[in-house]
Each structure stands twice: as C-alpha cells, then as structure tokens.
C-alpha cells in the first residue's frame, strides 16, 4: 500500500470494488474555497473497511455522497470518475443510479434521530427498500424485514415492525438504519458518521455490529468519522482528507505507527488520551489554598414531573439523586454519563437555572439551594456557564462586546470599566481587540467559544459550569480550548465543573471525576481510579467502550 | 386521549360564553335598536312603544336580558327572529345548505390547488413557476375577495355570458348541473385567497420537510422520486397544514359572508348581513354563536386528524 494514489493496475481492480480517481467537487460559488474535493483519487477494497478521516469541512462527507449520487443540487462534480465494475457511476443515468442504491450500494447517516421517517411504523420502512426494488412479494418481504430487525439485535422483532420510530433510542434507531441497510445484501456499504450522535457504550456496540455484519457478508465499508478512537477500532484502510485533499492514504497500521503527514501526525496528537497518573498541572498552589472549597453539595435531589392532569398519570423521572460533592478552587471537577444520565440536570442545579427538591448547595459557607431567584442575583455572576453549541449560545444580533459587557452592566459595573475589561479578556482567551466589534457569525466555532469562555469570565466566577463546552468542536480545536481552560484556571484559580460524555476529554482535564448513570453518581475518583481500577460495574463498562482506548497515544 | 377531549370542551365552553358576552354587549350599544323600525310607523306613540319594548323585554338591564337568552338557548331555545316571527334555529337552517355547499366547493378547490402549487414551488425552487406563483399569491392577497368577484361577473357573465351573475339556481330548474353551473364563480372567488394562503403554507412546509434527513435516506435506499414526494414529503408537509385548515375556518367563513353578498347566494353570510340591517338581534346572535361553535368544531377536529395522522400525538 502507498501513500501517493495509485496507478490503476490489473491486479488491483481485482481487489477493489470501487475506484474514485481524480474527483473534483465544486462549491457553490462565494463559499471559503472553491472545490469540496479536489482530485481524489482512492480504491475501496472488497471486503475491507476503509475509513475516511477529517475533520469538519474536510470533504469526507461530500465524497461519500459523489459515490452515492446523493450530492444536493448546488454542488457538482466537474471532473474525475467513480468505477463500479467497469463503469462509470458519474456517467450513469439517474434511473440507473436509483437502482444501485440500496441494491448495491447503501447508506446509513450520523443523526439516527431524524433519518427515520416518523410518520412510517419500522416495519414498513426496511420493506419499502425491498419493495422499491420489487423485490419478492409482499408476504416474503415482511417475513425477511423480521429477519433482519432481528440480525442487527433488536429485542423482539416482530413486535418492532409495528414501532414508529419516536420509540425507539438512538441505538435502536442507528440498528434500524442498518437493518434497511442490509436489506438487499449490498456489495458496498457508505457509513457517515454512524456512531457520532450516539454514547460511548452505544456507539462500541453498533461498531462492533458494523464490524461482525461486514466479515460475515464480507462486505466493503467506506466508514466516515473525525474520530480516530472509532478508526483505531475498525478500520482495515485509512484516508486522511483535509480542506478536500487526500493527505495520506495507508492501512491502519502504518498511520497509527508511522503516520507520515504533518496533519495525520496533529490529528492524532490532538486525540485526547488516558493519562496514566493524575494531573500534577497545579503543584505549584500552596497546599492550603488547593483545599479551598468554594461549593459543596450535599444530598442534592431533582424529580421532573410531567402530566398529573385530571385524567393522565403524573409521569416522573428521578434527574438527580442525592448528589453530594465539593468544587475546590483552582480545580476541575468532571462529570461523566450517557445521555439521560443526569448530568446537564446536575450543571443545571449547581448554577441555579432549575430549582432542587432538596438538598445542601454550600457556596462559601451560605446555603444557596433555598434561595428565591432574587436573593441569588447577586451572587450569580460568581457562578457561570460555558455552553456546549458556539452557534447557539450567542445572540447574532449582538456585538461581541454588547455580548460581553451586557452582564456586567445590568450587575453594576460602569460602561467604560466593562468595557476595557471585555478587551483585556478577549486578549486573555486569544482573541484581537477587533472582536469587539464584530457579530458572531463572522467566527468560527472555535472562536465562538472562546467568546463564550470569555463572557463567563467577565464576572471573575469562582467557579465555571462548562457543560459539553468542546463536543461540538473538531479534535484539533478541542484541544486548543481545553489548553485555553487550562490556562484560565492556572491564572484566575476558577473552579470548573466540567460535564462531558467524552471520557477521554474528561480523563485529560478532570482532577477528580463523578461518574452518573440514571441520576446516581455511581463512582467518584481522580482519573487514575476512574480508567484503570474501576470500582463500580457501571464505570468499568463505560470505560471498556471508549474505543480505540488501547490504541490511542498516551498524552503527557 | 379522553382527558384531552375533556380539557378542550372545557376551554370551547369558557370561549363560547366570552364570545357571547363581548356579541350580546355590542350588538347592543349600536344605535338605533329593534325598536327603531316602529318608530316611523305613522301614527307611533311613546305609549305603544314602551308597551312594545315591555312586550319584547327590552326595557330590562342589559345583563338580565344576556341571562334570559343564555339561559333559554341552553334549553335549545334560539329565540325568535323580529323579522318574520320564525324561530332562529329554523331560519339558520334554510340557509345553512348554501353557505356550507359554497364552502365545501372552494375548499375542496383551495386546498387541491394550492397544495399542488405549493408542492410544485418547493421542488423547483426558484424556477419560473415559483417566482409566478409567489407574485400571484401576492397579487390574490392584496386585492379584496369582493373586486375580484365584481371582475368575475364582469368578465364571464356579462362580457362572455358564460356563467350566471348571481343566485343558487334558476327558479323553475333547480338541477344538479344548474346548481353547479350557479355554484362556478362564487366558489372560485371565495377560493383564490385560501389558495393564495394554502400555497404559500405548503411550500415552506414542503421545504422544511424536503431536506430532513429521512428524505436522504429514502432516496439512498433507491425509492423512486414519486414515491419519495408523495409518501415521504407530502405525508410529512401536511401534518402542520391539518391544524392550518382548522384555523382557516374563521377566514373561510368571513371570506363566505362577502362572496354571498356580492353573488347574492342565499347563505347565512347574507342573512347575517340583511338581519343586522333590520335590527334583527335573535338572529344575529344565534349566527354569531352558530359560527363560534362552528369553528371550535374545526378547530377540534382539525387537531383529531392530526393526532390520528401523527403517531407521536396518537401513542405519546
């Protein structure tokens, strides 16, 4: 296998289902470059699993979709070919191509939440593949769509014919896609970011099913993902694509051992690896200042309530329970669980945006958990929030320095203080003095939330809710946003509670994690407990399905 | 589903008294009153006026009269029109099958159209057709429904002699084909602005639906472009589009009351009209309240399909 595309060869057409050579996407005119994808070349071996990496707006998407004839109509291909057993896919008619697709080549998408159509039972969805193609009869049709809902491992299949997808979890949904998937045994099957929107233990589970289908049908899979823990896992061949260039084309050996390009050498370095040993990042804080507890939490309980009408049932869901914990100063607390798990719940009663049953919150000494909404006010700008989407935490009608001055001002503080404040901040989260001016939309995510991290400081908080604050970023900004907390907290000691379902962000930040499931905090340790001694059951799943865990590089 | 049904009654029951409320208390501070017809009768004394007023209970507080109505209309007493003695319930009955073939005929027509030009707009976005059918939606809701249908007569009935100017039916004919002949016009006209309406609703409704997701995933499982419009796209466009027809309802029923006039359709628009001109209260509030239930009515089935069409309503 080399790294610069091949030349085409007898032998190699043997081993390749698919070719791409020379492809160019082009944008729509006015976008930030010109091409989606410029030149790409690569083969799909049969049988194999070739992962495509990169990150967002790296092309990996827009290439799937080429070879699938699903490009939307703003964007066209100007040049290259796409050989399926001898012909041309970019040359078929479309009434050819309606006929590859689900027969010969399919497809399942990252967002199992609305792929589904909500208003057709399961049933009827995976038979419609089969019936678009006129396959069988009717009778056979629902037999085989039993068949398979049970192949991908959904609990009671014939019961699942008749779901409506609203029923069902991410999990069962992304299952139900590969189920339709599956239907016509396809030689070649495109998966786009399958397991981005799931859990870490869902998302082991549907790539083990990826991997256990594709050997048994032996099967060709082009798998995208920006994740190369899930790559470490199941890919057989790797393509690294950035700004719509193949940078590096190799097995998955090579590029985890010798990966020979500068951004496939960034994009590892920038995955967040387990550490072995505890953060030692704040040795130089004198002793007695590390143990300042600034909020302490004791026994804290929220139950949401729904229905309890005349004639309905009350419905309730026990969000958090018991929880009891101690933010100390200069420090990271982590909070680690799957969705459902209750922890936004828990990030959302420590800063007070939801009110608790019962319980202690001591910050300072004072129990703010009783506290009505106007007694709090004052000490709010002490307790502050980082949200998880850049995009829409900020108000686009604002200024960024509107954005950061308008807390400040309704707290007190004059104009003119606020608003060289805001500068030196911006100046302090590495942003120009020029942001001050400008509207959100003329920033990237990354900037955005460095706007975000800098409007939470404008109080000077004690303590930082940062909740899922880099999951919406790409590796490589994440871990420039991680370093930015880092530094923040050396400079201003801020305690930061730091929720996330990414295990790996957390055991990289975290001095001490609590990990929740169903509302409980299960286990609570320093990351060296947490990764490798687990106490509890729960904790030693979820680490066991962080994947690519063994694979990854040991960050320092 | 039965607690639901139970809630809304509840709150169609409070609207209903509000609405007669606010109808009865205005109805009555107009100038003039049922009284004022007898006050040019030659020959009218104060005297025999007041024992008229006695004799009708109009010289009692304005809330006791309310009470008295309310009251009598609960037991299914509508009261009795001033003009021709005729109970009201009977008069609004004989002119209910021409309001209600009226509506039925534009709306089946509305809602065919529309959803066909909002539909075709959405999946050619930007083409010529669409850019034509925005302007004319424009066009249809900017111009008064009463313009268009003194045009309509202008045009087919008295330039071209096609259809006939107004009236239900020729007396002496009274046909199926006459009555569909006469029912043409104003039903197109009545038409034109919900088409404007239901269009423009269906085209961003289509849009919403025609880059989700599951669309994709139709068409990566190798469904045909049809069947992916018909089954995928519209089923999903026209969820939001039910509880739209429920809320038309009002529109369609005022929109009714000026087509009637200017066809001269013998419906209860124009009832309502000629009963406000006589003073005619019995009447006029036994309509208000017949349209109020009305559109409650529509309003409540409207949000029935719905939960019958959307398995998420129906099973949650």
């Known amino acids: 296998m080399q790294v610069t595309p091949r030349s085409e060869s007898e032998i190699q057409v043997e081993e390749t289902i698919l070719s791409v050579r020379n492809l160019t996407v082009d944008l729509p005119r006015g976008m930030e470059r010109k091409h989606a994808v410029k030149d790409v070349s690569f083969d799909l071996p049969r049988g194999k699993i070739l992962c495509v990496i990169g990150e967002s707006g790296s092309g990996k998407s827009v290439t799937a979709n080429t070879v699938m004839g699903l490009l939307p109509p703003a964007i066209t291909v100007s040049a290259g070919q796409i050989i399926f057993r001898g012909e041309d896919l970019l040359k078929a008619s479309k009434q050819d191509l309606r006929k590859l697709r689900g027969r010969v080549v399919s497809m399942i998408f990252q967002d199992p939440l609305s792929a589904l159509n909500p208003l057709m039972t399961v049933g009827d969805q995976v ?166 507890i600034v909020l302490s939490v004791e026994g804290l309980n929220k139950t949401y309530r729904s229905g309890g009408g005349w004639f309905s049932k009350e419905r309730t869901v026990a969000a958090v329970q018991n929880a009891s914990f101690v933010l100390r100063r200069g420090k ?158 050396e400079q201003t000691h801020v305690a930061l509670f730091f929720i996330t379902h990414d295990l790996r962000v957390a055991s990289q930040v975290c001095d001490e994690i609590l990990v929740m499931h169903k509302g409980r905090i299960v286990e609570a340790g320093p990351p ?21 865990a063994e694979r990854t590089p040991q960050a320092t | ?79 009795v029109s001033y003009r021709d003695q005729q109970p009201v319930l009977s008069v609004i009955g004989r002119h209910m099958f021409a309001t209600f073939l009226l509506m039925a005929s534009s709306t089946v027509i509305a809602i065919a159209v529309g959803t066909w030009i909002g539909i075709k707009g959405a999946t050619h976005r930007y083409s010529l057709f669409d850019y034509t059918a925005t302007v004319g939606a424009m066009v249809a809701l900017s111009i008064p429904t009463f313009w268009f249908g003194l045009v309509g007569i202008y045009i087919f009935s008295l330039e071209l002699g096609w259809l006939p100017a107004g009236n239900m039916y020729t007396i002496g004919d009274g046909s199926v084909l006459d009555y569909l002949h006469h029912l043409i016009l104003p039903s197109l006209v009545l038409a034109l602005v919900n088409i404007a309406i239901w269009s423009r609703y269906m085209r961003t409704a289509t849009l919403d639906v025609i880059n989700q997701d599951f669309v994709k995933t139709a068409r990566a499982k190798g469904v045909s472009e049809r069947r992916i419009l018909m089954k995928h796209v519209v089923g999903n466009a026209l969820l939001p589009m039910i509880t739209l027809a429920g809320m038309q309802l009002p529109n369609l029923l005022s929109g009714a009351l000026i087509t009637e006039t200017v066809f001269t359709w013998p419906g209860m628009g124009r009832l309502f009209l000629d009963s406000l001109g006589y003073n005619d209260y019995p009447v006029v509030m036994g309509l208000l309240m017949f349209s109020a239930i009305l559109v409650l009515l529509g309003n409540l089935i409207a949000d029935l399909v719905a939960a019958a069409i959307d398995p998420r309503i129906r099973l949650a």
């Open chain 1, 332 to 489: 990271t607390l982590g909070v680690v669980g799957e969705s459902g798990s209750g922890k936004t719940s828990l990030g959302r009663l420590v800063i007070k945006l939801m009110e608790s049953d019962s319980g202690k919150m001591l910050y300072r000494g004072t129990d703010i958990a009783p506290l009505k909404e106007s007694e709090f006010r004052p000490l709010r700008p002490k307790i502050q929030m980082i949200f998880q989407d850049p995009f829409a935490s900020l108000n686009p009608r604002s200024t960024i320095g509107h954005i950061l001055t308008v807390g400040p001002i309704a707290q007190g503080m004059k104009r003119e203080v606020a608003r060289s404040k805001a500068l030196s901040i911006l100046e302090q989260v590495g942003l120009d003095g020029g942001t001050f001016g400008r509207y959100p939309h003329e920033f990237s995510g990354g900037q955005r939330q460095r706007i975000g991290i800098a409007r939470a400081l404008m109080f000077d908080p004690d303590v930082l809710v940062a909740d899922e604050a880099v999951s919406a970023l790409d590796v490589s900004i994440q871990a420039q946003i991680l370093e930015l907390l880092q530094d923040i907290q």
């Open chain 2, 1 to 79: 589903m039965a607690g639901f049904l139970l809630r809304r009654l509840g709150q169609s029951i409070a609207l209903l008294i509000i609405v007669s409320m606010i109808g009865f208390g205005i109805l009555h501070l107009t100038p003039g009153g049922p009284l004022s017809q007898y006050a040019l009768t030659p020959g009218m004394t104060q005297e025999t006026m007041d024992r008229i007023a006695e004799q009708m209970g109009l010289n009692r507080p304005l809330p006791i009269q309310y009470l008295d109505w309310a009251w009598r209309l609960l037991q299914g007493d509508w009261g």
């Open chain 1, 127 to 292: 038979i419609e593949v089969m019936a678009s193609h006129d396959e069988g009869t009717p009778a056979s049709r629902a037999a085989r769509a039993v068949e398979l809902l049970d192949e991908v491992g959904l609990p009671e299949p014939q019961e699942m014919m008749h779901q409506y997808p609203f029923r069902l979890s991410g999990g069962q949904r992304q299952r139900v896609m590969i189920a339709m998937a599956l239907a016509l045994e396809p030689d070649i099957l495109i998966a786009d970011e399958p397991t981005t929107a799931l859990d870490v233990t869902t998302q082991a589970q549907i790539l083990d099913l990826i991997r256990d289908i594709q050997v048994r049908k032996g099967m060709s899979v082009m798998f995208i993902t920006h994740d190369f823990g899930v790559v470490s896992e199941i890919a057989d061949e790797v393509i690294v694509m950035e700004k719509g260039l193949i940078v590096e084309q190799a097995s998955a050996e090579q590029v985890f051992s010798a990966p020979k390009h500068p951004y496939t050498k960034r994009l590892i370095a920038a995955v967040p690896g387990l550490k072995e040993d505890d953060s030692d990042a704040h040795k130089s804080l004198p002793a007695a200042e590390l143990d300042d």
């Open chain 1, 528 to 548: 060296s407990q947490i990764f490798h001694a687990p106490q509890n059951a729960y904790t030693r799943q979820l680490v066991s399905a962080i994947p690519g």
